[in-house]
């Protein structure tokens, strides 16, 4: 027979086991950062640089001064990266069967972010400044921002997990030429990279086992001439 006591000292553990569950998902919430998203600038879609003139202009850089990116130049630059150019929703780079497997994050002082293109906001993804890791370069760690590209390989689904490397590398190299192209427009330096310890960024960033970084991408003012 259960006593007015034996249950009254149930309903407390139970009371107290789910205060812990909040108050863990509350921490696990507050350490990768999430809240509320960052509204960017709606970006400026036109005019600029001609497309021949920025080609003349484009070039890896390896050279950063820590001068920070204004707002209205990280809103242009993500628009001109992988941002909506159409009513479908399509975007500036092409993608791999027409699905979207790469996601842009950035990595900057003030923590990582997701940007969404559908609101064009940055959404809050880890408080740490992880731009250190990021790289294998000394640069990565003081140039104002990185993009990491990460793909979904849950979502590129009939082909083999070297065959999505491949796939998601190339959706990448789209993406950061028209970074590149950006950049090379509006007086920015970038460089494209591979030197970069995959699995340990993965490790944290707390991807997903199904989700994996394909390439990385510095911005930021050039330190030389």
């Keep these: 027979m259960v006593t007015r006591r034996d249950a009254n000292a ?59 990116i204004p707002e209205q130049t990280l809103s242009n630059l993500l628009w001109a990266a992988f941002g909506i150019n159409r009513p479908s929703g399509d975007r500036t780079a092409p993608y791999w069967r027409h699905i979207m497997v790469i996601d842009v994050y950035l990595a900057m002082a003030d923590g990582v972010f997701l940007y969404e293109p559908k609101d064009h906001v940055l959404v809050p993804y880890l408080q740490d400044d992880i731009r250190v890791h990021t790289g294998l370069q000394d640069f990565v760690a003081t140039a104002p921002l990185n993009l990491i590209y990460v793909a979904h390989g849950e979502r590129m689904k009939d082909i083999s997990p070297e065959d999505r490397r491949l796939y998601a590398s190339v959706d990448a190299a789209f993406i950061g030429q028209n970074v590149y192209l950006y950049c090379a427009s509006e007086g920015l330096a970038s ?8 699995e340990k960024l993965a490790r944290r960033m707390k991807l997903p086992a199904e989700q994996f970084v394909t390439f990385a991408q510095t911005v930021g003012y050039s330190r030389v001439g």
């Design 10 to 68: 149930g309903i407390v553990a139970g009371a107290a086991v789910a205060v812990a569950a909040a108050v863990a998902a509350q921490a696990q919430e507050q350490e990768q950062g999430k809240g509320n998203p960052r509204t960017l600038p709606k970006a400026q879609t036109s005019g600029g640089m001609s497309l021949l003139e920025a080609l003349k202009l484009r070039r890896s850089t390896r050279e950063y001064s820590a001068r920070s």
């Design 191 to 198: 460089v494209f990279r591979g030197a970069v310890d995959y």
